[in-house]
């Protein structure tokens, strides 16, 4: 149980839906913010400003899997406003609170160090971003339906690099009977992608100046 644990989740999309129930029947303490739009409602949530935070009492944070730009924007499919999380309000937190994101961002891995709160970067976890590459796989799909005017099946697809996304994306595409083409940078998935049934070609690696 979560009991007495204040969590505040900023903005996000459908996915925060399925955490907010999962904190909810943990008894946490949620403060939502960027959700105006979102009509459901939470046992033990609230609906708030960033500015109406109580941020010394804050627990945990959690960002979208996109987390937070250099900008300090957060995004939320809930919100029409810009949500902009300040350094001055993250300083306020305790030394223990947590901030768990998808990605982490120079500006927001800088504002954690400054307040010295634990910062922990979600698709850093295989496990995470291998189930987090099937959406994305079908997004990849649908806009590749969306933006051609020829069929998947047959058709000429390059995908560049064979990480845990890419692996997805590319297998995918090879099921819908596309030619698949992979570009990767290490030997060894250049002989994956050929066990797999698809092209490899060499990526060049760049030299840093």
Known sequence: ML?????????????????????????????????EQLNDGFIGASKQELSEIEWPSVDAILL????????????????????????TQLSKTSKSCTVYTGIISDQLEKMAKQSKCQ???????DDVAIYNSIPTAEGAV????????????NANVSVL?????GMTIAKTFKALGANV??????????ARAFELG???????????Q
């Open 3 to 35: 009991t007495g644990i204040h969590v505040v989740m900023i903005g996000g999309d459908a996915r925060q839906l399925e955490i907010i129930r999962k904190l909810s029947s943990l008894d946490a303490r949620i403060s939502l913010v960027g959700f």
């Open 64 to 87: 979208p899997v996109g987390g937070m730009s250099n900008d300090g924007i957060i995004n939320s499919v809930f919100s029409n406003q810009k949500l902009t999380l300040e350094a």
């Open 119 to 125: 910062i922990i970067a979600i698709m850093d976890r």
């Open 142 to 153: 649908m806009l590749a339906i969306q933006h051609t005017d020829i069929t998947i099946h």
């Open 161 to 165: 690099g064979l990480g845990r996304i």
């Open 181 to 190: 083409s992979v570009g990767v940078r290490e030997k060894a998935n250049l």
């Open 198 to 208: 698809m092209t490899p070609f060499q990526l060049k690696t760049s030299k840093k």
